[in-house]
C-alpha cells in the first residue's frame, strides 16, 4: 500500500473520530446540558434532534423532561391526639428548570432524596396538627347513613373531623413546592399510599378495638333480651285472652247442651207412664254409677237407693 493512500485512510478514520465525538442527538423526551470541563457551556438544548459540540472538550448530560415518581418508605408520625402511626407517600414530580436542577442536584438519586426529605417533613407536620380520624377520611364529616343510626353508635364511634385527608395532603403539597422550586423541580402532586398504626401499638389498638365490639356487642343482646322478653310477654297475653274465651265460650256450650238434654228428658218423660219409668230407672243408674264410684256406701233402711237394691234382691 502506498503512503499516501496510508496517510489518506488516517485522515479519515481521524475525521470520523472527531465528527463522531462532537455530533449528539436530543431526544423528544430529554434535556441535554453541555458542559466544558465540568462546567455548563450555554443554555440547555431543548430541540429534538442532531447537534454540534466541541470534539474531545465538551460532554452532554441528559436529563429527562417527562413527568418522574418518587415513592418513599414508609415513615413512622404522630397525630394531633398522640396516635402513633406509619405514612407511605407517593407522587409526581419534573424538572422545570433543567440548569438549577444541574447545578444544585446534578443527578436524580440526589433530587429523590431531597424530594423524600421535604415532602417527608411537611406531611409530619400536617398530619402532627390533625386527629387521626381526619387522616384516614377522604373528606370531613358528611350526614351519617340511616343504617348506621343505632342507639350510640353515631358519634361514639364515627368521630367529628373538621378536615380529610385530601385537604391535609394538599397543605403539605403547597408547602413543599416553595422548597422544591428553587432546585428546579415542580411538584405535581402527593398522596398516601398507606395508612397503618405502628407495630409497636397494634395489638393494644386490636385489643381496644375488641373490647369497643364487644360492648356493642353485649348493648345488641341486652336489647335484644329486652325486645324477647316483651314478645314473650304479650306471647303469653296473649294465649291467657285464648284460654279465657275458649274456656268461657266451653262453658257456654256445655250449658246450652244440659238444657237442650234436660229438655229433652222432661218432653220425653211427660209422653206415657212407661217412658217416666224408664227415665226413672236411668237416672236412678247414673246415680248409682256416681255413688258407688268410691267405694263402700252406708245407706239408710227408708232410702229410695235401699228400696231399690231391696227390690232387686
Known amino acids: 500500500m502506498k503512503p499516501k493512500t496510508i496517510l489518506v485512510l488516517v485522515i479519515g478514520f481521524i475525521g470520523l473520530l472527531v465528527l463522531g465525538s462532537g455530533l449528539y442527538t436530543v431526544h423528544q423526551t430529554e434535556t441535554v446540558i453541555v458542559l466544558q470541563f465540568e462546567r455548563r457551556v450555554g443554555e440547555p438544548v431543548t430541540d429534538p434532534g442532531l447537534h454540534w459540540k466541541l470534539p474531545f472538550m465538551q460532554s452532554v448530560v441528559r436529563i429527562d423532561n417527562r413527568i418522574l415518581a418518587f415513592d418513599s418508605k414508609a415513615t413512622s408520625m404522630t ?87 385530601l385537604a391535609i395532603l394538599e397543605d403539605a403539597e403547597k408547602a413543599s413546592r416553595p422548597k422544591l422550586a428553587p432546585l428546579g423541580i415542580e411538584l405535581l402532586d402527593v398522596q398516601l399510599k398507606r395508612v397503618n398504626y405502628n407495630d409497636r401499638v397494634l395489638p393494644n389498638i386490636f385489643q381496644r378495638m375488641k373490647s369497643e365490639r364487644e360492648q356493642i356487642a353485649q348493648r345488641f343482646r341486652s336489647e335484644g333480651e329486652g325486645e324477647r322478653a316483651r314478645i314473650l310477654g304479650r306471647k303469653e297475653r296473649e294465649l291467657a285472652r285464648i284460654r279465657s274465651t275458649a274456656y268461657t265460650r266451653e262453658h257456654e256450650l256445655r250449658g246450652e247442651g244440659d238444657g ?54
Open 79 to 165: 397525630t394531633k391526639d398522640k396516635n402513633l402511626i406509619e405514612i407511605d407517600t407517593f407522587g409526581r414530580w419534573r424538572i422545570s428548570d433543567p440548569a438549577i436542577y444541574y447545578e444544585t442536584l446534578r443527578n436524580e438519586r440526589s433530587a429523590l432524596s431531597r424530594i423524600e426529605d421535604i415532602i417527608g417533613s411537611e406531611v409530619r407536620a400536617a398530619v402532627g396538627r390533625h386527629d387521626l380520624i381526619e387522616v384516614i377520611r377522604s373528606d370531613k364529616d358528611r350526614e351519617v347513613p340511616a343504617d348506621l343510626q343505632v342507639q350510640g353508635a353515631t358519634k361514639m364511634q364515627l368521630r367529628e373531623a373538621k378536615r380529610g385527608r
Open 260 to 313: 237442650e238434654a234436660t229438655r229433652i228428658y222432661a218432653e220425653a218423660y211427660d209422653q206415657s207412664p212407661e217412658s217416666r219409668e224408664f227415665y226413672r230407672f236411668m237416672k236412678t243408674l247414673e246415680t248409682y254409677t256416681t255413688v258407688l264410684d268410691g267405694g263402700n256406701l252406708v245407706l239408710s233402711t227408708d232410702s229410695e237407693l235401699f228400696r231399690l237394691f231391696k227390690r232387686m234382691k
